[in-house]
């Protein structure tokens, strides 16, 4: 067997099935695309969900792929162990109805011994110990001996989801020699040992599981296979795990590099070499496709392994930066099977540096804040530190529970991992809830899957604003119907339509569609699965039925601003790629008639120069009158004319290429202007920051900048006749108001400060003395707490030595002040406790420093008890 490489066996796996008649498509984004089931891809076919409940019909009945996983359930044994990852790729082939369990079986067996070469005698395939189908497969037609095929039980052979569609699999195990075994007697396939490891899994979907355990046979049977293309490699190459197959070990070579240590010579190091190495596959692969760190979601998954690579560099003695050096790796071993990543190299490398420099300065305030946590401890005589403790720890600081651990552990501390746990889950099941389940797609139950999959809608509305067709579905907002009557709400399904669908951050269409006794309001537009288009709205008179012809016809004023808009966020993207740097992508957008959002991956706020010159670069693209033109091609040619493509987005075999003169050039399946001069004008109203590393901006064209310069003008015009001025003298005037309050406000400090002294009046002979310390304790009533303070300072100097107490009703309230000077507080004068214990007579709280404190209180009736109080509170205190 030759010893093939990550990316020979990609290659070979797909050109395999492509020669069986099966599409090969390229790996779906790691973001799932209509399922909240899951938050990260985590299968071969989990992108394929659709295709398999029929939601969707496959662009063919026979599908293979090379699927891009991630998996975070075992997180805390990665690097621990040498076969935990959480990236990973899944090779796949699929039947829609197709094929079933003969040529399943068949070609799996000829891919693994013809094509790759293993020995069969080193393959045991098992299967469902009720499925005597594929027993009968492997046995008769591939002739494999019965005591070589395994029947295991529903755990392990077969494969279920809740409701949906499952059924039993058939796997196929290597036995890799007797130097991986554990050399128990009786050590067979299924043995926990590394001597057996399963390589291929054959699901034969055959039934339908209602969710409580009843079966149904299926029309269509489908065929899902995955196998581990790491896992595979492995054999080939026979080495010990995924972490010494040639790409993978291409990487921790190179963390070994940087960290300047050897791989297998300590196995403490061993663990924080084979973690940073997975990591930073997974991170590397999840920002190519958009995600961002974020404290939420995936983006959490996202800003957790990055911070676990990061802390484990700073264990190996990494001092410097260091991510990006490594996923420059991961970017050059792993292009040829995803060119993505060298398209987004930029982009990743910047964001990698920028998250990195972020947490080294956490990490430092979160070390701090563990040795606050170390001293209370000490003080308070404890040994545990509180499970709440160690997950905020965790939580806001990316601090590991094993590292809270080992640092504690140092200085003979523990923590309560049971309460940590206890936080830990209640996170856990927030964001469980949050995913909103509701069926086998994560998507909520609607009308819409009522509907006949097979039905599709042409979008003809980049043509034409009006068209005739036939109507070929009819909905209420609870079931299918062959007609509407006037009154009711629904959504109208057309052969062809000139109404965009919300999507790609462009908004819906509305208008009417009629007939000649008829009429429908068309609210919002919408796209759902399998390229159906459905008008939502209301029927205002008459009755629509099904398969009569209807005329359509759009709000065409709304799509003409819609448009001039759209064509606006093209300009401003390559206008901020020009002015801020190739790191630039769309994080997101949103155009409508009235106005554009534009989301953008930057990491710090644009200057005012910035947006000064990318509003001066639109609009002169927009004067240029730049000539707008659309091609269909594939997207090979598409990235070859060197379009800008969409973070994670999924395009099918042809896509629509949106060309503005030789300025810009993107995919882009929305509706746009003819020529940029029609734009007439564009201006920004705002950039903001909306998330770790993405800006937004909002902005205006046409006459939407007209009306912005409109309200701004009668803005102006009412403050400069508020300000009793003219508008072009209003700077001047504000200058002078200032100036004016500038001096009231010093004449009314100085008034309140004179008042304040009247209110106390002459009280240097309340002066007693407690244990040879001074105490002048008196009242000064409407005094707020700044001149309350004054006072304080002037009484403490006129006193020279000792401690003064103040308290004044103003407005139903109480302000207390406590001062105490230096000497006072060698004999044990304490200001802070001093105002805790008196604050309650007047129904308050508050304390502060040995020197100074503060407080307030609601009860101004207690004030004269305070003041008795106060002699016998400072003698407690004095030594």
């Known amino acids: 067997m030759k010893a093939y490489g990550v990316n020979e066996l990609r290659k070979m796996f797909l ?87 003969t040529e399943a079986i068949h070609w799996s067996w000829e891919f693994l011994t013809e094509v790759v070469g293993i020995d069969p005698d080193r393959l045991y395939p098992s299967v469902y110990e009720e499925d005597d189908e594929a027993f009968e497969i492997w046995n008769k037609e591939i002739g494999i001996a019965p005591e070589r095929i395994f029947r295991f039980g529903k755990a392990d052979n077969f494969w279920e989801h809740g409701a949906g569609p499952c059924g039993p699999c058939s796997e196929i195990y290597y036995d890799r020699g007797e130097k991986y075994g554990c050399h128990e007697p009786g050590c067979t396939v299924g043995c926990e040992c590394d001597r057996y490891i399963e390589i291929w899994n054959n699901v034969f979907t055959q039934f339908e599981n209602d969710g409580n355990g009843h079966y149904t046979e299926l029309v269509q049977k489908n065929i899902d296979t995955g196998m581990g293309l790491e896992r595979l490699a492995t054999v080939t190459q026979d080495v010990d795990s995924i972490f010494d197959v040639d790409t993978i070990k291409a990487l ?75 996923s420059t790796t991961v970017i050059a071993e792993s292009k040829d099977g995803y060119p993505e990543l060298e398209e987004k190299k930029d982009y990743i490398l910047k964001l990698l540096t920028i998250e990195e420099d972020n947490f080294n300065k956490t990490i430092d305030q979160g070390l701090k804040l563990l040795s606050e946590l170390e001293e209370v401890l000490v003080k308070e005589g404890k040994s545990t530190l509180a499970g709440e403790d160690a997950f905020k720890l965790y939580d806001t600081y990316g601090f590991p529970l094993d590292l809270t651990r080992e640092i504690l552990e140092e200085k003979g501390f523990v923590i309560d991992e049971e309460g940590f746990t206890k936080a830990m889950n209640v996170q856990r099941e927030t964001a469980r809830s949050a ?152 994080a997101g957008s949103f155009v409508n008639e009235d106005r554009l959002r534009f989301d953008f991956t930057h990491f710090s706020a644009m200057s005012k120069e910035e947006i000064h010159k990318v509003e001066e670069i639109v609009n002169e693209q927009i004067q240029n009158g730049l000539l707008v033109n659309t091609d269909i091609m594939s997207i090979e ?150 001149n309350l303070r004054n006072l304080g300072d002037q009484l403490r100097d006129k006193l020279g030595e000792g401690v003064v107490i103040l308290a004044s009703a103003a407005d139903d309230k109480v302000n207390l002040i406590a001062m105490v000077t230096d000497s006072a507080m060698k004999e044990g004068a304490h200001a802070g406790n001093l105002i805790k214990e008196l604050a309650s007579l007047v129904g308050g709280g508050g304390g502060g420093r040995p020197n100074i404190a503060q407080a307030g209180g609601k009860n101004p009736a207690g004030i004269d008890a305070l003041l008795e109080a106060a002699p016998k509170a400072l003698e407690k205190q004095l030594k």
């Open 637 to 786: 040619e598409a990235k070859k004319t060197g379009a800008m493509a969409l973070f994670g987005e999924k395009y099918g075999d042809s896509v629509r290429v949106v060309t503005m003169g030789d300025f810009s050039k993107e995919l882009c399946g929305g509706t746009h202007v003819a020529n940029t001069g029609s734009i007439m004008v564009f201006k920004i109203v705002s950039e903001t920051g909306v998330a770790a590393g993405v800006r937004r901006i909002e902005a205006l064209t046409g006459k939407g900048v007209f009306h912005y310069y409109e309200q701004l003008e009668a803005e102006l015009n009412q403050a400069a006749k508020t300000a009793k001025t003219e508008p072009a003298q209003l700077s001047a005037k504000v200058e002078s108001l200032q100036e004016e309050i500038k001096a009231l406000q010093s004449e009314n400090e100085k008034l309140k400060s004179r008042l304040a002294k009247d209110a106390l009046g002459d009280v240097m002979n309340q002066v007693t003395e407690i244990k040879g310390v001074k105490l002048l304790a008196a009242r000064a009533d409407g005094v707020d707490v700044n």
């Open 15 to 101: 050109d395999f099935f492509e020669s069986k008649g099966h599409l090969k498509m390229d790996s779906f984004s790691l973001v799932p695309q209509n399922d909240k089931s899951l938050l990260l891809i985590n299968s071969g076919m989990a992108p394929l969900k659709p295709y398999f409940t029929g939601q969707e019909i496959p662009p063919r009945k026979r599908v293979t792929t090379c699927q891009k996983c991630i998996r975070t359930g075992d997180i805390e044994n990665v690097g621990k162990t040498a076969r935990h990852g959480t990236f990973f790729e899944m090779l796949g082939n699929f039947s829609f109805g197709d094929y079933f369990k």
């Open 435 to 586: 995913r909103a389940v509701t069926n086998y797609m994560g998507a909520d139950e609607t009308v819409y899957l009522q509907l006949d999959p097979s039905l599709i809608s042409a979008f003809v509305g980049y043509e034409k604003d009006e068209t005739d067709s036939a109507v070929i579905a009819l909905t209420t907002e609870t079931e299918v119907v062959s007609e509407l009557v006037a009154g009711q709400k629904g959504t109208i399904f057309t052969k062809e339509t000139p109404f965009y669908a919300t999507s790609g951050g462009q908004a819906a269409d509305t208008g009417l569609i009629r007939t000649a006794s008829a009429e429908f309001e068309v609210e919002d537009t919408i796209k759902l699965q399998g390229g159906k288009i459905g008008h939502v709205g209301v029927v205002t008179k008459g009755m629509i039925k099904t398969n009569e012809t209807v005329h359509l016809a759009i709000n065409e004023e709304k799509r003409g601003g819609t448009r001039k808009n759209h064509s606006a966020t093209h300009l401003l993207q390559k206008a901020l790629r020009t002015v801020l740097g190739s790191h630039v992508e769309q």
């Open 252 to 326: 921790r070579d190179k963390v070994c590099e940087v960290a300047g240590v050897t791989y297998k010579n300590d196995p403490k190091v061993d663990i924080s070499i084979r973690l940073i190495t997975d990591h930073i596959r997974s991170v590397t692969f999840m920002i190519s496709d958009g995600i961002i760190p974020s404290n939420e979601g995936r983006g959490y998954v996202l800003r957790r392994l990055l911070r676990r690579a990061a802390r484990h560099g700073r264990l190996l003695g990494i001092k410097d930066r260091f991510l990006a050096t490594l």
